[in-house]
Each structure stands twice: as C-alpha cells, then as structure tokens.
C-alpha cells in the first residue's frame, strides 16, 4: 500500500507526461517541430526518458485502487490516481488500463499512461503490446513506447529486445544502449560480444561499451573493470566509454570522495572514469561537476569535460 501512495504523491509534486487510448476516441495531438538530438562528441550519454518503475501488484498486495475512487478525486490526484490504476491493471487486463489511460486530463500523462501500459503487458503479450504502441499520435511518446516494450524483454529474450529498437525513433540509440546495458547485468559475455560486432556508426559503437560499463559497474564495479579491460582498444574511444560508464555507476551509488578515489585505481583511464563522475553529478549540482572536472590530468579531456559540465542540458 505505501509504495502505491508515494507513487501517487509522487506524480503529484512531480507532474507526468504522457498518455494515448486503445479503442478510445482522443483528439489526436500533432507533433512539435523536433529538434536535431545531439550527444557529445567524446563521451555521455544523455538520460532517456524515465520509463515506467513500477513494481507489478498480484503478489502479496490487493487491489489498491478502484475506478470509483478514481473518480471521487479531483484535478492531479485524479490523474495521478487513474494512471496508477493503470499500472495497476496493465499486466492482466491491458483494455482496461487504456481506459484508464483515457481518464488523465492532462495530455501529456494521457500518452504517457499509454506508453507505460504497453511496457507493462509486454511480458504476458508482446502481440497485444506491439498493437498499442502505433496508436500514440504523438512522435516522442511513441518512440518511448518500443523503447519501454524492448527494456521489457531484456532480461527475456535479446534479439528481440534489440530489434525493437530500430522502431524506437528518436530513442534508438539510447535503447540499444540501456538494452545492451541490461543484458550485460545477466551476461555480460554476450553484451561484449555484441558491442564487438562494432555495428552502425561511431556513436552507437562507442555508446554500446559506454552501456556495458554503466549496467555492470552498477551490480559489481570490479566487475566492469575486468570487462572494460577486455574491451578492443583499436578504437580508442570504445575503452575510453566503458570507463565513463564505469566511473557514471560508481558515482550513482557512493559520495564523491569515493567515486574519485575508485577512479584514480585505474591507471590510464582515470581521466574517463572521473568524466562519467562529473557527468552523472551534473544531474544535481553543476559546481560540483566541474569540480571534478579540475582532477582530470589530460588536457583536452579537462577542457571537455568542462565544457559538458557547464552546458545547458537539453530537453529531451
């Protein structure tokens, strides 16, 4: 019960985003002009939007919602609540999640709802997921919809997982990234040996060990060092991504006099790993990025790191 509240609560203060109807009639929403997606030329790559984390009820929880207390609420605890609803029932009844869905008045969360139902009933109907996802009018929301339905599968079933997100649009890469990345966490072997395909463009080469060092560093650093270690040094940026990944878990998980301290053990790339520290402290105190920034000994690396340090962070 407590973590429906605080869910609920938290979508409250926060706002959502999205949200569209299977077999509902909505006013279908145009696309805003899309500006061009762009990723530093180094290494970092940008958050994705947050996907559905929500922990499935059925086990030792009943019910927590009803229509009927969904509808005795107003304004954004009635949103918030159908949208937990929706979560609610996605797994087992996906028609009545939509419907769900089509009872958040504020647009954005209306698709998003949508995108989140299909992630959820993935794993019991990929069939019936794959249906959902077209009916998104709107561009991002839809992308984000395979993008979720791929994390799905996972830890289920790789190829299709990887597949899945050539139809990810604007989110491809950061879905073979954070694909890759989750596949790594149960077999790591087979996400190198697939970041060692070297395919598609530089970035998405570079990002693919970027992912691997990120996901293992977050369940064992020591770990990722071992597989950063063994990643092809012919290209220098692949090793140097995979650090970056490396020193970005690290940081996730402990304070800052830890994270630079586990980098400065890495030798040669201790300049990488205190890059992915400073990238993931930008998310909270651009300060104390930068700071991080003056331990780098490279030059061009200090300056770039910096430079990403301070620049505006994009919306996504």
Same mark, same amino acid.
């Given at each position: 019960m407590g973590l429906?509240?605080?869910? =609920? =609560?938290?979508?409250i203060c926060l706002g959502g985003s999205v949200g569209v109807v299977h077999g509902v009639s909505l006013?279908?929403?145009?696309? !805003? +002009? &899309?500006?061009? /997606?762009?990723?530093?030329?180094y290494i970092e790559v940008p958050p994705k939007p947050d996907g559905v984390d929500i922990e499935q009820t059925g086990g030792g929880e009943s019910a927590l919602y009803s229509w009927a207390d969904c509808l005795a609420r107003e304004g954004d605890f009635r949103d918030a609540c159908f949208r937990a609803l929706a979560w609610q029932w996605a797994a087992g009844d996906p028609d009545g999640a939509l419907e769900s869905c089509a009872m958040v008045e504020a647009t954005e969360q209306r698709w998003e709802c949508v995108s989140d139902v299909a992630e959820l009933h993935a794993p019991?109907?990929?069939?019936?997921?794959e249906i959902i996802c077209p009916s998104i009018p709107p561009r991002k929301w839809r992308d984000q919809c395979w993008f979720g339905i791929a994390l799905a599968y996972s830890h289920l079933d790789f190829q299709y997982a990887?597949?899945?997100?050539?139809? !990810?649009?604007?989110?491809?890469? @950061?879905?073979?990234?954070?694909?890759?990345?989750?596949?790594? /966490?149960?077999?790591?072997? &087979? !996400?190198?040996?697939w970041c060692e395909l070297e395919e598609g463009t530089l970035l998405q080469r570079k990002t693919c060990f970027h992912g691997l060092g990120k996901y293992i560093g977050r369940e064992n650093p020591r770990q990722a060092v071992d597989y950063c270690e063994r990643v092809p040094s012919h290209e220098?940026?692949? +090793?140097?991504?995979? @650090?970056?990944?490396?020193?970005? %878990?690290? %940081?996730?998980?402990?304070? =800052?006099?830890e994270s630079t301290g @586990?980098?400065? =053990?890495?030798?040669?790339?201790?300049?990488?790993?205190?890059?992915?520290?400073?990238?993931?402290a930008k998310r909270v105190d651009v300060a104390v990025a930068y700071e991080v920034c003056a331990e780098v000994v490279d030059d061009n690396l200090r300056s770039r790191c910096e430079a990403f340090a301070q620049r505006e962070r994009a919306e996504w």
């Open positions: 429906w509240r605080f869910t =609920l =609560l938290y979508f006013d279908p929403v145009e696309d !805003a +002009p &899309e500006s061009t /997606q762009e990723i530093s030329e019991v109907d990929r069939e019936r997921a990887r597949d899945t997100c050539n139809e !990810a649009g604007r989110w491809r890469d @950061f879905c073979r990234h954070d694909v890759n990345g989750e596949i790594s /966490q149960i077999d790591p072997d &087979e !996400a190198l040996r220098p940026l692949y +090793p140097e991504n995979c @650090f970056h990944g490396l020193g970005w %878990a690290v %940081a996730e998980s402990n304070s =800052l006099d @586990f980098c400065s =053990l890495l030798d040669n790339y201790n300049d990488s790993c205190l890059l992915g520290v400073s990238a993931n």
